[in-house]
């Protein structure tokens, strides 16, 4: 499996990005999708998911409201929608993959076997 992530860049406070995620390789549509990011001299924190299938969607509490997970398996790509960024939003957003996680680890990076490459998401106050 392989992840390619995009739509990162330069956005003001307020302002909004979408983020895209590309899987190839893939074996099955049965996988649990995730974003995660992680900020300079910070630890990789959980943004969002999908669990396997799809069946449902999960948020980080600080993201809430503000961001949509989204998917087109037609296109095998994930989308994040990131709306009224802030500046402690910016960081550099990774997606992961995972075929047999189970939704108690969905938020645990750990958890996850494939990873894209990163994409930075710079926000300006």
């Known amino acids: 499996v392989q992840l390619q992530a995009s739509g990162g860049g330069l956005v003001q406070a307020g302002g909004s990005l979408r983020l895209s995620c590309a899987a190839s390789g893939l074996t099955s549509r049965n996988y649990a999708v995730a974003w995660f990011r992680q900020a300079p001299k910070k630890s990789r924190e959980f943004v969002a998911a999908?669990?396997?299938?799809?069946?449902?969607?999960h948020y980080a509490d600080s993201v809430k409201g503000r961001f949509t997970i989204s998917r087109d398996n037609s296109k095998n790509t994930v989308y994040l929608q990131m709306n009224s960024l802030k500046p402690e939003d910016a960081a550099v957003y990774y997606c992961?993959?995972?075929?047999?996680?189970?939704?108690?680890?969905?938020?645990?990076?750990?958890?996850?076997?494939?990873w894209g490459q990163g994409t930075q998401v710079t926000v300006s106050s």
């Open positions: 992961a993959l995972d075929y047999r996680i189970i939704l108690s680890s969905l938020r645990v990076s750990e958890a996850y076997d494939y």
């Open positions: 999908f669990s396997r299938g799809g069946g449902s969607t």
